[in-house]
């Protein structure tokens, strides 16, 4: 009697705690939309409150020492939403820096490609300073403002921030600082120094604007071209777009920043980042078209998609958004959008031998109800829906040893803690 081999089956229970959800090991590649990291799990991403109607005209959007400007492009000036307050502006304005004053309160510096401007928000004043100063930004250090163009870097006199021209010994004045690195494009204060940012390197300049105690040391930066005005500090840390992606630097060293998950943005043409809650937020254009709101959370140390229609963005600590007309106020509060949310993980199980491997059920650990979709090799989907801590079946087993796996929560209230895929293997006979 002759005996028929059956393959022997086997089957792998593949577990993936939250914290596991970003590239790296078994997870090739990771994308939240509209889900954020909190205390060991998923949940779903920030809502929206009105703040305003955007006036007429507005082209850009920005929040600076707690207020609020919109800046009409085809009119040249900026309005202080909820104020009929007023100030002329260049048209290329690309930031606002809000500058704490010794006697109290602040002033803000309008940086454009034209010239740098400082006016108050409550004196009816504007000082012009030309465009030789900056096309960068401005930056406090020891009681002086920095501001950076091409390889000069120009200092005010201490406490004094309308005296840039005096060019006393020991006064406000400017260095010119070639270096290999090219130009720069970018300053800011981290850790009790002065860093230059420059095409393609990183100055750290010492020496408080004394012309014999001056010194400046490249560092070490190999993450490509940095973006201009494209440095944003938060947490002890800068961070800043390049060619190549988010990358950060801690004073030390700069690297790719960790947990990213921007492959999907096209760094040919990124807004500049700002300052929101734990990290920074940006929106930016798409490689496939169209454009997005990205933030990354430097304490979670991921990047992630917010899924909230946007024309403009400003934040400074938190965050406001337009569109429509209408301005927004980003919440804490959790929120399904219209456009839904979803984290999305690529899955190799490689490691799991040389067999047949079919994705044949998920098990979610947290709370609430997921849709879950997982497409194999040749594109074939399986599906399920469920509650967390069920079995979940797909409809159809999913081929291949890298499948890519969504988990769609379907209402706000929802948390993903962990994702248990059950892998039936086929061993070859």
Same mark, same amino acid.
Request: with cysteine.
């Given at each position: ?15 993936? @705690?939250?914290?596991?959800? @970003? ?13 954020? =990291?909190?205390?060991?799990? /998923? ?5 929206? =409150?009105?703040?305003?109607? $955007?006036?007429?005209? !507005? ?13 009409? !492009? ?10 009929? *307050? ?11 820096? %809000?500058?704490? *004053? ?9 940086? @454009? ?28 250090? %020891? ?9 000069? *870097? ?63 040391? =490249?560092? !070490? ?8 005005? &494209? ?14 992606? /988010? ?20 760094? &040919? @043409?990124? &807004? ?7 990290? #920074? ?54 929120? *399904? ?9 690529? $899955? !190799? ?58 988990? #769609? ?8 803690? &962990? ?9 070859? #006979?």
């Amino acid at each position: 009697m002759t005996r028929l081999k059956v393959p022997a089956r086997a089957h792998r229970a593949v577990r993936l @705690s939250a914290e596991a959800f @970003s590239e790296g090991g078994r997870v090739l590649s990771a994308k939240l939309v509209h889900m954020r =990291e909190r205390d060991g799990a /998923l949940i779903c991403g920030e809502g929206e =409150e009105e703040v305003a109607a $955007l006036p007429q005209g !507005t082209g850009k959007l920005f929040y600076a020492g707690g207020q609020l400007f919109a800046y009409l !492009t085809t009119k040249q000036y900026f309005e202080l939403i909820g104020t009929a *307050l007023r100030r002329a502006a260049d048209d290329t304005v690309f930031r606002l820096v %809000h500058v704490p *004053l010794k006697e109290g309160g602040g002033c803000f510096f309008a940086v @454009s490609d034209g010239q740098l401007q400082q006016f108050d928000a409550t004196d009816a004043y504007t000082y012009n300073y030309g465009n030789n100063l900056s096309d960068t930004g401005v930056a406090l250090f %020891h009681e002086r403002l920095f501001a950076a163009k091409g390889d000069r *870097l120009s200092v005010t006199a201490c406490d004094d921030f309308e005296d840039w021209v005096n060019h006393a010994e020991q006064g406000p004045g400017y260095f010119e600082l070639p270096s290999p690195g090219g130009k720069i494009a970018d300053l800011a204060v981290l850790r009790g120094a002065l860093y230059l940012f420059r095409e393609r390197g990183i100055t750290k300049v010492e020496g408080c604007a004394d012309v014999f105690a001056f010194r400046a040391e =490249e560092m !070490t930066c190999h993450c490509g071209r940095i973006a201009p005005h &494209s440095v944003c500090v938060c947490g002890g840390e800068a961070y800043f777009f390049t060619e190549n992606g /988010l990358c950060r630097f801690d004073g030390t060293r700069a690297e790719r920043a960790p947990g990213a998950a921007d492959g999907e943005i096209d760094f &040919s @043409s990124v &807004s500049r980042p700002e300052r929101y809650r734990n990290g #920074i937020l940006a929106r930016v254009a798409l490689r496939a078209g169209g454009s997005a709101l990205y933030a990354y959370d430097a304490f979670y140390r991921r990047g992630r998609f917010i899924n909230l229609p946007c024309e403009l963005c400003a934040a400074d600590g938190e965050a406001y958004i337009a569109r429509e007309g209408t301005i927004y106020r980003l919440t804490d509060a959790p929120t *399904l959008p219209a456009g839904g949310a979803m984290a999305e993980l690529v $899955l !190799t199980f490689s490691d799991l031998g040389d067999s047949e491997k079919r994705t044949e059920a998920v098990v979610l650990e947290g709370c609430g109800t997921f849709a879950v979709r997982a497409f194999g090799e040749n594109g074939r989907m399986g599906e399920a829906c469920g509650r967390t801590g069920e079995r979940l079946p797909l409809n159809r087993a999913v081929l291949g040893e890298t499948v890519r796996l969504q988990l #769609i929560p379907q209402s706000a209230d929802c948390a993903l803690r &962990s994702a248990t895929l059950y892998v039936g293997r086929e061993e070859r #006979i």
